[in-house]
């Protein structure tokens, strides 16, 4: 089955920290994996699109990985705002199902 | 501002009803997708629509139903409304017809359903 899994659930840091959210996922052949951010009641908003050649791709203070063979990717949010707090979802578009498979998303808390 | 509109911004109404959530996409996409968030929940994809042609399905229960107009507006119609439809409904649109293509969200409709 075809899954996205996203760790932690949730997260509180202090402000000016780096974190960095997980994202696992099962769905194989995939064409890109997206990182969004949705702030509470708003609609997300995209951080980062990867295909599965990339490896990496920054967007200002956050920064994505991706590691297609251990079906791995990263979101590093770097010198942390309390603007950056929100939900960070992982969405994986697989090829042979032509679904876009959202994850449930890590909930970043920035603290003063 | 993404350039996503969606109305009602906030909808309140009671089981047993029937709604309409309009949105219009950014000036020159084509695809609009329909998703629905309930409480602290992930986003489900409902269904998308290419210049006016139903493209792709998810978990849209067969009470709801979609359109895409003309004038590439969308409209999600929710019938015989439950308690579990209360939800954010949000509204997606990107240039092409495949799901490459990075979406832009709208504002999302909040329904509660009494």
């Known amino acids: 089955k075809n899954q996205v899994e996203q760790s932690p659930q949730s997260l509180i840091i202090l402000e000016g920290k780096n974190c960095t959210l997980q994202c696992n996922y099962t769905v194989s052949p995939f064409s890109n994996l997206r990182w969004y951010k949705q702030d509470t009641g708003r609609g997300p908003v995209s951080l980062t699109i990867?295909?599965?050649s990339e490896n990496t791709k920054s967007n200002g203070r956050y920064t994505a990985t991706l590691d297609a063979d251990t079906k791995q990717s990263s979101l590093h949010i770097t010198a942390s705002q309390l603007s950056d707090s929100a939900s960070y979802i992982c969405?994986?578009?697989?090829?042979?199902?032509?679904?876009?498979?959202w994850g449930a998303g890590t909930k970043l808390i920035i603290k003063p | 501002d993404s350039g996503v509109t969606q109305t009602p911004k906030h909808l309140i109404t009671a089981t047993g009803q029937r709604v309409t959530l309009r949105c219009s996409p950014r000036?020159?996409?084509?695809?609009v997708y329909w998703y629905q968030q309930s409480l602290d929940q992930g986003l489900q994809f409902l269904i998308q629509y290419y210049n006016g042609e139903e493209r792709a399905k998810g978990n849209i229960l067969e009470r709801f139903s979609a359109q895409q107009f003309p004038d590439l507006h969308s409209e999600l119609n929710l019938s015989s409304l439950e308690l579990g439809d209360s939800a954010l409904y949000f509204c997606?649109?990107?240039?092409?017809?495949?799901?490459?293509?990075?979406?832009?969200f709208g504002p999302g409709t909040r329904l509660t359903v009494t």
């Open positions: 990867m295909t599965f």
């Open positions: 000036s020159g996409d084509l695809s």
């Open positions: 969405v994986v578009l697989g090829v042979s199902n032509y679904q876009l498979i």
């Open positions: 997606a649109s990107s240039a092409g017809d495949t799901l490459t293509y990075e979406q832009y």
